[in-house]
C-alpha cells in the first residue's frame, strides 16, 4: 500500500535521499500524486526503518522542553508506537472512524504532536485551535465543523463544559491531564493503556486530513480543508528550498499550535527526517527564547515577525547561539529593519516567506537566494504565481494588483479543498484561470514580489494608493517606534488619509507627544515618498492583534471610520 515504502521489508532500503528526492518530486508536481498516500504510514514510518538502518544522526525525531528542566524526545521508531497507541485510544474509547472530525485544542504540549499522527493513522480529521479561544470561539467551531470529538487540557475543559449542551455533534470529551475532570475521558491514563498495535487507515490523498479555521484577521474565521496530499506532500518541497531542512537539522518554530504553521513545521521537518524542537513558552518572551537558542543545539528558527520585533530589542550581541543557522519569518510582512538589525547583530540573514491557511508556500526567499530587502521573495513551485488585474488579466512586471495562483487548467494538489459549507465563498475566491489571495502586490521583472497589503488595507488618498506596509517598514526605521499599524482615516477633502497607530520604544515614551508626531512625519517623508506620511498620528500602548500576532488593521481602521 502507498508508494513510498511500508513497515516490514527492510532488505532493501533505499538512501534516504533517494526516498525524499521522490516526495520532493510530487510536490514540486513532476510525478503524480499516489492514489493512496498516509503520511504517518508513508513518511513516519518510513523514517523509522531508515533510522533502524543508522540513515539518521542520532538525534531525536521530536525533543520537547518546558524550560524547567523537563524533556521529552522521541525517536521516529518511539514517536510510532505512541501514537499507534494514541490512535487505539481515538478509534477505542472515542470511536473514531475514518472523516470523522476531532478538535484539538492544546499549548505547546507532546500530546499534540501525538494527537496529530494519531489522526492519520485512524483518518480522522483534526481541526487545531489555539488555546485563547473563549466559549463563544469554542461554540462556533464546534457547532460549524459538527466536531465529534474535542481533546484539550483543564484550562480549556471548563469552557467547553459551558457550550457542550450547544454542540449535538459533540460526543468524546478527552482530557489531556494528570487529573480527572466529570464528563471528561482522561487521554494521559488510557494512552498508558493502550496496545502499540495498530493498523494504520487506508486513506486516499484526496480524503480529508485537517481543517483550519484561518485566523479572523479580516472577519469571521473561515473552515479551510485539506487532503491528505495537500499538506502531507504538500510542504516537502519549501521544506527543502525554503526551510533547507535535512535529517541533521533541528527546527523550532515558536508558532502556536492551533495556527497553521505548526503544521507547516510539521509537515515540513518530518519528510526531511528532521527533528522538530518545541518549547512549552508558556509566554512569548524574547528572553526564554535567546537563551533557548544557546542552550539548545537548534539549526533553523522560525518566528513570526513580531517575535523578531522583540527579539532586536536585545542586546543580542550578548548572546552565543549553539548552532543556528537559518532563520525564518512568515505570517505577517516583516519590515525590513528588523531583518536588518537581526542581521548585524546576528550576523544571520532571515528569509521572509509568505502563505495562506488556504495554501502551502506561495513565495519565499529560499536558503542561499539573492535577498532584496522588502520582498517576500519569488514564486515558491509548484505555484504559477501572478500579479493580474481586476478581470483576472495578469500584469507585467511593476504593476499593482491581486496577488493570484493559477488553478486552471489544473489546480495545484497542494491547494485547500474549498471553504467547508461555504460554496459562495469558494467560488468567491476564484476569478478566470486564478485563485485570488486577497492580497495587493506588484513584482519585479526578477520574479521578486512586494507585497502592499491586504485588498481591504490599501489606503486610497488623493487618488494616491498606499501599501500600509511600506509607511510601517519607514516608520519601524525610527528608534522611537516598537511597532505600528498604519490604516486610511476619513478626510473631508482628500477622503481618507493615511493614520498611524505607533507602540513607543521604552526610552521614548515620555517625550512630548507633538514633537515626535513631527519628527516621525518628517522622517517618514525623507526615507518614503513624501505623500505617504502619515498626516495623522496616535500613540498607543498596544495593538489589537489575533491571538497568532497578526496585526488587526481592520479593527483599527473599522474605529476610525465610526468616529
Ligand atoms: P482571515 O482570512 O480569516 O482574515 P488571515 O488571512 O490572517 O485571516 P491566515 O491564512 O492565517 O489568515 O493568514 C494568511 C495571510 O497572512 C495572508 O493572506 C497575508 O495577508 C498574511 N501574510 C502571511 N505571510 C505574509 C508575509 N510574509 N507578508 C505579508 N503578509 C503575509
Ligand atoms: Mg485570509
Known sequence: RGTCGSPGQPPTLPAPQKVVATWEAISLGRRPVPEYFNFAHDVLDMWSQLEKAGHRPPIPAFWWVDGMGAEVKWSFEELGEQSRKAANVLGGVCGLQPGDRVMLVLPRLPEWWLVSVACMRTGAVMIP????????????????????????????????????????????????????????????????????????????????????????????????????????????????????LTESDIFWNTTDTGWVKAAWTLFSAWPNGSCIFVHKLPQVDAKTILNTLSRFPITTLCCVPTIFRLLVQEDLTRYQFQSLKHCLAGGEALNPDVREKWKSQTGLELHEGYGQSETVVICANPKGSKIKSGSMGTASPPYDVQIVDDEGNVLPPGGEGDI?????????????????????????????????????????????????????????????????????????????????????????????????????????????????????????????APYKYPRKVEFVSELPKTVSGKIQRSKLRRQEWEK
Open 129 to 244: 485551535g489555539i488555546s485563547q479561544l473563549t466559549e463563544k470561539d469554542l461554540r462556533f467551531r464546534l457547532q460549524a465543523s459538527k466536531a465529534k470529538c474535542i481533546i484539550t487540557n483543564d484550562s480549556t475543559a471548563p469552557q467547553v463544559d459551558a457550550i457542550s449542551a450547544d454542540c449535538p455533534s459533540l460526543q468524546t470529551k478527552l482530557l489531556v491531564s494528570d487529573s480527572s475532570r466529570p464528563s471528561w475521558v482522561n487521554f494521559r491514563e488510557l494512552l498508558r493503556e493502550a496496545s502499540t498495535e495498530h493498523s494504520c487507515a487506508r486513506t486516499k490523498s484526496q480524503d480529508p486530513l485537517a481543517i483550519y479555521f484561518t485566523s479572523g484577521t479580516t472577519g469571521n474565521p473561515k473552515m479551510v480543508e485539506h487532503t491528505q496530499a495537500s499538506y502531507g506532500l504538500g510542504f516537502v518541497a519549501s521544506g527543502r528550498r525554503w526551510v533547507a
Open 404 to 528: 493570484a495562483i493559477r488553478v486552471r487548467p489544473t489546480r495545484p494538489f497542494c491547494f485547500f479543498s474549498c471553504y467547508l459549507d461555504n460554496p459562495e465563498k469558494t467560488a468567491a475566491s476564484e476569478r478566470g484561470d486564478f485563485y485570488i489571495t486577497g492580497d495587493r502586490a506588484h513584482v519585479d521583472k526578477d520574479g521578486y514580489f512586494w507585497f502592499m497589503g491586504r485588498n481591504d488595507d490599501v489606503i486610497i488618498s488623493s487618488s494616491y494608493r498606499i501599501g500600509p506596509i511600506e509607511v510601517e517598514s519607514a516608520l519601524a526605521e525610527h528608534p522611537a517606534v516598537l511597532e505600528s499599524a498604519v490604516v486610511s482615516s476619513p478626510d473631508p477633502t482628500r477622503g481618507e488619509v493615511v493614520k498611524a497607530f505607533i507602540v513607543l520604544s521604552p526610552a521614548y515614551s515620555s517625550r512630548d507627544p507633538e514633537t515626535l508626531t513631527w519628527e516621525l512625519q518628517e522622517h517618514v517623508k525623507r526615507v518614503t
